[in-house]
């Protein structure tokens, strides 16, 4: 993989952490003022309603934080292994003979 590529996926990596992070505070907000409608409605099926969004809103930013561990964990094991393919070449391309 080119130098290009691995910056290109870094770069859409970081976007998607990005967005990731955005979505979660917006859904977060929407939480909270769902949740205090919930108890401004009288009527107990209005209220069970918006309970039950307020309930998937919750699960969906536990799902998005579950997304953005694995990009994370994704992220720095890419590093490493290009560490590692870095630290192979320079290796091989250093001269048998100049070993002391």
Known sequence: MGKESEQAQHER???TLLAIKECKHYLEDVEKEL???SKKFSNREIAQ?????VT???????Y?????KVIE?????????R???????DNSSRD?????
Request: hydrophobic share 35%; proline share 2%; net charge neutral.
């Open 83 to 89: 560490i590692t393919a870095d630290n192979e070449t």
């Open 64 to 68: 998005l934080d579950i997304v953005k």
């Open 35 to 37: 949740s205090r409608m």
């Open 49 to 53: 309603g918006v309970g039950f969004a």
């Open 13 to 15: 990596a970081e976007k």
């Open 96 to 100: 048998p003979r100049d070993v002391e």
């Open 73 to 81: 964990k994704t992220e720095r094991i890419v590093a490493k292994r």
């Open 56 to 62: 998937g809103i919750h699960e969906t930013i536990t």
